[in-house]
């Protein structure tokens, strides 16, 4: 493991611990809860207007909300007798800042394999 | 350049890169195909890869390791989940202990290469999806390790690229 994560992840991702980042990983890693973002992408709803969606419970359907909401995924909010969930972008924001990092080194790869391709053609790499 | 286009998905923790390079699409293949190409581009010049095992054939494995400044070593494997050769090629890639045991816990990446004849070139679209945030920041380093080297003088080689 290189030693110097954590002065790694300060620089990078601005403090998210890995707590954070686990939990963050954790809301998306369930195909209920993406379609869940992608609506939430387009409109806010009602719990029980997203739990109408889908073929579970209202409670499983909270239940994933609250997964999301501990990820700082989405933001509920208590509207008279609904509640409102909507996305809260900075948790998508941090998943970008992580896939542009991530980015970077798949650019880097393809750097290296054009210079070794390069170099059946007889060019210096 | 070679690289054509990036589309980053966050809510799906993926991406897609594609690259079109002026080779074959047989050529591109072998730079996966083969363990002495392949080692020569997967880790950073300062995680250099070395591959033990590469079983380059659906349901395959590959084992590797890449070794750091130190000496030190993170051990790696693929498991090939889809092989049609030329043009395209799947695998999960996670983390290992030094008895090549996979460490569960550090989560798997799942790679999708596709390459396709454009007009004599050959364009690679490479989709990535992460499944857990461990394997995410210890690539993450890795590819930062070598960050610093460009930093300090490989920069020509990338543009002239």
């Given at each position: 493991m290189p030693p110097d994560r954590l002065t790694y992840n300060q620089m990078v991702?601005?403090?998210?611990?890995d707590a954070d980042l686990d939990r963050l990983f954790q809301a998306f890693a369930d195909t209920t809860r993406r379609d869940i973002v992608s609506r939430l992408l387009r409109n806010e709803h009602s719990v029980s207007s997203l739990a109408?969606?889908?073929?579970?419970?209202f409670a499983a359907v909270q239940k994933h909300v609250a997964i999301l909401e501990r990820a700082s995924v989405v933001s509920k909010e208590k509207r008279g007798r609904e509640q409102i969930v909507r996305i809260h972008l900075v948790g998508i924001e941090r998943a970008r800042a992580l896939l542009a990092e991530y980015e970077t080194i798949w650019r880097r790869r393809v750097d290296r394999i054009a210079d070794i391709l390069a170099e059946d053609q007889g060019e210096p790499s | 350049m070679s690289v054509i286009s990036t589309t980053q998905n966050p809510d799906r923790l993926n991406f897609t890169i594609v690259a079109e390079f002026d080779a074959t699409v047989d050529r591109v293949w072998q730079i996966w195909a083969d363990p002495r190409q392949l080692e020569r581009w997967w880790g950073p010049p300062t995680w250099p890869a070395t591959f033990?095992?590469?079983?380059?054939?659906?349901g395959g494995k590959a084992l590797y390791y890449m070794t750091g400044p130190d000496g030190e070593k993170a051990r790696g494997w693929w498991r090939i989940t889809s092989l049609d050769a030329p043009s395209s090629l799947s695998f999960d890639d996670g983390f290992a202990d030094d008895d090549w045991n996979?460490?569960?816990?550090?989560g798997v990446t799942k790679t999708a290469v596709t390459l396709e004849d454009v007009d004599g070139r050959t364009r690679m679209t490479t989709v990535a999806t992460f499944v857990s945030a461990e394997q995410m920041n210890t690539l993450i380093e890795m590819g930062m390790e070598e960050g610093m080297s460009l930093a300090m003088g490989q920069i020509d080689a990338v543009l002239a690229g």
């Amino acid at each position: 493991m290189p030693p110097d994560r954590l002065t790694y992840n300060q620089m990078v991702v601005d403090e998210v611990s890995d707590a954070d980042l686990d939990r963050l990983f954790q809301a998306f890693a369930d195909t209920t809860r993406r379609d869940i973002v992608s609506r939430l992408l387009r409109n806010e709803h009602s719990v029980s207007s997203l739990a109408a969606h889908y073929s579970m419970s209202f409670a499983a359907v909270q239940k994933h909300v609250a997964i999301l909401e501990r990820a700082s995924v989405v933001s509920k909010e208590k509207r008279g007798r609904e509640q409102i969930v909507r996305i809260h972008l900075v948790g998508i924001e941090r998943a970008r800042a992580l896939l542009a990092e991530y980015e970077t080194i798949w650019r880097r790869r393809v750097d290296r394999i054009a210079d070794i391709l390069a170099e059946d053609q007889g060019e210096p790499s | 350049m070679s690289v054509i286009s990036t589309t980053q998905n966050p809510d799906r923790l993926n991406f897609t890169i594609v690259a079109e390079f002026d080779a074959t699409v047989d050529r591109v293949w072998q730079i996966w195909a083969d363990p002495r190409q392949l080692e020569r581009w997967w880790g950073p010049p300062t995680w250099p890869a070395t591959f033990d095992t590469h079983e380059f054939v659906e349901g395959g494995k590959a084992l590797y390791y890449m070794t750091g400044p130190d000496g030190e070593k993170a051990r790696g494997w693929w498991r090939i989940t889809s092989l049609d050769a030329p043009s395209s090629l799947s695998f999960d890639d996670g983390f290992a202990d030094d008895d090549w045991n996979p460490i569960d816990n550090l989560g798997v990446t799942k790679t999708a290469v596709t390459l396709e004849d454009v007009d004599g070139r050959t364009r690679m679209t490479t989709v990535a999806t992460f499944v857990s945030a461990e394997q995410m920041n210890t690539l993450i380093e890795m590819g930062m390790e070598e960050g610093m080297s460009l930093a300090m003088g490989q920069i020509d080689a990338v543009l002239a690229g």
